[in-house]
């Protein structure tokens, strides 16, 4: 499972990378392959993946605790 934290470093690594790109891109420098654009949506697409259940187990946790009458007295 990966942590909150070592998911944030990989996204800022991943923003970071991805300014490198732009900006190699804007001065002619780089190319993206048919191939390896796909990696690059797939591993976007695994990023998003892993935020949504992030967000989902945030919104359990966040959940209190309901009061009244359980099974355990």
């Known amino acids: 499972m990966t942590t909150?934290?070592?998911f944030g470093a990989g996204l800022a690594a991943?923003?970071?990378?991805m300014q490198g790109?732009?900006?190699?891109?804007?001065r002619g420098e780089f190319r993206v392959t048919p191939d390896a654009g796909n990696d690059l949506?797939?591993?976007f697409g695994d990023f998003q993946d892993e935020?949504?259940?992030m967000i989902s187990d945030m919104g359990i946790l966040a959940?209190?605790?309901q009061l009244g009458d359980?099974?355990?007295g």
């Not at 991943?14 to 990378?17: F, K, L, V, Y």
């Not at 790109?21 to 804007?26: A, F, V, Y």
């Open 4 to 6: 909150p934290q070592s």
């Open 14 to 17: 991943t923003g970071n990378a």
């Open 21 to 26: 790109i732009i900006d190699s891109s804007n």
């Open 41 to 43: 949506i797939r591993t």
């Open 51 to 53: 935020l949504d259940a």
């Open 63 to 65: 959940q209190r605790t």
């Open 70 to 72: 359980s099974p355990a």
